[in-house]
Protein backbone atom coordinates (compact mmCIF):
# COMPACT_ATOMS: atom_id res chain seq x y z
CA UNK A 1 0.00 0.00 0.00
CA UNK A 2 2.77 2.70 0.77
CA UNK A 3 4.13 2.17 -2.93
CA UNK A 4 0.56 2.74 -4.51
CA UNK A 5 -0.38 5.70 -2.00
CA UNK A 6 2.31 8.67 -3.70
CA UNK A 7 1.13 7.15 -7.58
CA UNK A 8 -2.56 6.99 -6.28
CA UNK A 9 -1.91 10.95 -4.77
CA UNK A 10 0.15 12.12 -7.47
CA UNK A 11 -2.92 10.57 -9.63
CA UNK A 12 -5.60 12.99 -7.75
CA UNK A 13 -3.54 16.22 -8.32
CA UNK A 14 -3.60 15.97 -12.13
CA UNK A 15 -7.00 15.30 -12.66
CA UNK A 16 -8.49 18.90 -11.58
CA UNK A 17 -6.13 20.03 -13.86
CA UNK A 18 -7.42 17.98 -17.02
CA UNK A 19 -10.50 19.94 -17.88
CA UNK A 20 -8.59 23.16 -17.66
CA UNK A 21 -6.46 21.58 -20.80
CA UNK A 22 -10.14 20.51 -22.70
CA UNK A 23 -11.54 23.65 -22.48
CA UNK A 24 -10.67 26.66 -25.08
CA UNK A 25 -10.94 30.91 -24.43
CA UNK A 26 -14.09 32.35 -26.41
CA UNK A 27 -10.99 34.60 -29.02
CA UNK A 28 -9.44 30.91 -29.93
CA UNK A 29 -12.87 29.18 -31.12
CA UNK A 30 -14.97 32.43 -32.12
CA UNK A 31 -14.38 35.61 -34.08
CA UNK A 32 -15.50 38.88 -32.11
CA UNK A 33 -16.16 40.68 -35.66
CA UNK A 34 -18.09 38.13 -37.20
CA UNK A 35 -21.75 38.67 -35.15
CA UNK A 36 -24.42 36.45 -36.29
CA UNK A 37 -28.13 36.70 -35.72
CA UNK A 38 -30.40 33.54 -36.64
CA UNK A 39 -34.47 32.86 -36.72
CA UNK A 40 -35.17 29.45 -36.54
CA UNK A 41 -37.10 26.21 -34.27
CA UNK A 42 -34.52 24.81 -31.48
CA UNK A 43 -34.60 21.14 -32.81
CA UNK A 44 -31.75 19.33 -29.91
CA UNK A 45 -30.51 20.99 -26.65
CA UNK A 46 -27.36 19.05 -25.22
CA UNK A 47 -27.50 19.97 -21.32
CA UNK A 48 -23.65 18.34 -20.30
CA UNK A 49 -20.43 19.98 -19.42
CA UNK A 50 -18.25 22.21 -20.00
CA UNK A 51 -21.25 24.06 -22.24
CA UNK A 52 -24.49 23.47 -23.03
CA UNK A 53 -25.32 23.16 -27.20
CA UNK A 54 -28.59 23.87 -28.36
CA UNK A 55 -29.36 23.46 -32.26
CA UNK A 56 -31.77 25.54 -34.59
CA UNK A 57 -33.13 24.84 -37.76
CA UNK A 58 -32.79 28.02 -39.88
CA UNK A 59 -34.56 28.03 -43.40
CA UNK A 60 -32.10 30.18 -45.50
CA UNK A 61 -34.08 32.29 -48.58
CA UNK A 62 -33.32 29.51 -51.16
CA UNK A 63 -35.89 27.26 -48.78
CA UNK A 64 -32.41 25.07 -47.99
CA UNK A 65 -32.65 24.32 -43.75
CA UNK A 66 -29.21 24.88 -42.40
CA UNK A 67 -28.72 22.99 -39.10
CA UNK A 68 -27.01 25.99 -37.10
CA UNK A 69 -25.23 24.79 -33.45
CA UNK A 70 -24.76 26.96 -30.65
CA UNK A 71 -22.53 26.67 -27.14
CA UNK A 72 -24.33 28.49 -24.27
CA UNK A 73 -22.89 28.78 -20.88
CA UNK A 74 -21.95 25.89 -18.41
CA UNK A 75 -25.13 23.81 -17.03
CA UNK A 76 -23.88 24.95 -13.34
CA UNK A 77 -23.22 28.44 -13.98
CA UNK A 78 -26.91 28.53 -15.40
CA UNK A 79 -28.29 26.31 -12.84
CA UNK A 80 -27.10 29.04 -10.57
CA UNK A 81 -28.61 32.01 -13.03
CA UNK A 82 -31.75 30.09 -12.14
CA UNK A 83 -31.85 28.88 -16.02
CA UNK A 84 -33.12 25.14 -15.99
CA UNK A 85 -32.86 22.06 -18.57
CA UNK A 86 -36.38 22.92 -19.17
CA UNK A 87 -35.56 26.57 -20.38
CA UNK A 88 -35.16 25.65 -23.90
CA UNK A 89 -37.11 23.14 -25.92
CA UNK A 90 -36.79 21.41 -29.30
CA UNK A 91 -39.80 22.94 -31.22
CA UNK A 92 -39.13 26.27 -29.71
CA UNK A 93 -39.16 29.22 -32.11
CA UNK A 94 -35.80 31.88 -31.56
CA UNK A 95 -33.81 34.40 -32.49
CA UNK A 96 -30.59 33.82 -31.37
CA UNK A 97 -27.26 36.62 -31.37
CA UNK A 98 -23.64 35.69 -31.01
CA UNK A 99 -20.71 35.31 -32.59
CA UNK A 100 -19.50 32.96 -35.59
CA UNK A 101 -16.84 30.22 -34.91
CA UNK A 102 -13.57 30.82 -36.72
CA UNK A 103 -14.06 27.86 -38.93
CA UNK A 104 -16.71 29.28 -40.74
CA UNK A 105 -19.11 26.41 -39.95
CA UNK A 106 -22.79 26.99 -38.59
CA UNK A 107 -21.46 27.04 -34.72
CA UNK A 108 -21.39 29.81 -32.63
CA UNK A 109 -21.30 31.15 -29.47
CA UNK A 110 -25.21 31.98 -27.97
CA UNK A 111 -24.89 34.96 -26.08
CA UNK A 112 -28.47 36.16 -26.37
CA UNK A 113 -31.74 34.13 -27.01
CA UNK A 114 -34.67 35.80 -27.52
CA UNK A 115 -38.59 33.44 -27.80
CA UNK A 116 -41.33 35.13 -30.12
CA UNK A 117 -43.04 36.44 -27.12
CA UNK A 118 -40.17 38.72 -25.98
CA UNK A 119 -38.80 37.17 -23.29
CA UNK A 120 -34.93 36.43 -22.90
CA UNK A 121 -32.52 33.44 -22.31
CA UNK A 122 -29.11 33.08 -21.84
CA UNK A 123 -28.72 36.72 -22.45
CA UNK A 124 -25.71 38.14 -22.47
CA UNK A 125 -23.83 41.70 -23.61
CA UNK A 126 -20.99 41.67 -25.98
CA UNK A 127 -19.26 43.19 -23.04
CA UNK A 128 -20.07 39.68 -21.03
CA UNK A 129 -19.12 37.65 -23.83
CA UNK A 130 -16.19 39.01 -26.12
CA UNK A 131 -12.79 39.20 -23.85
CA UNK A 132 -11.14 42.87 -23.38
Do not use: C
Not at 24 to 43: I, K, L, M, R
Request: proline letters at 6%.
Amino acid sequence: MNRIRPLLLTALALLPGYGAHAHHSFAAEYDANQPVSVTGTVSKVEWRNPHIWFYVDVKETSGKTVTWGFSGGAPGMLLRRGISPEALKPGDTIVVEGFRARDGSANASGGKVTFADGRSVFTASAEDVVPK
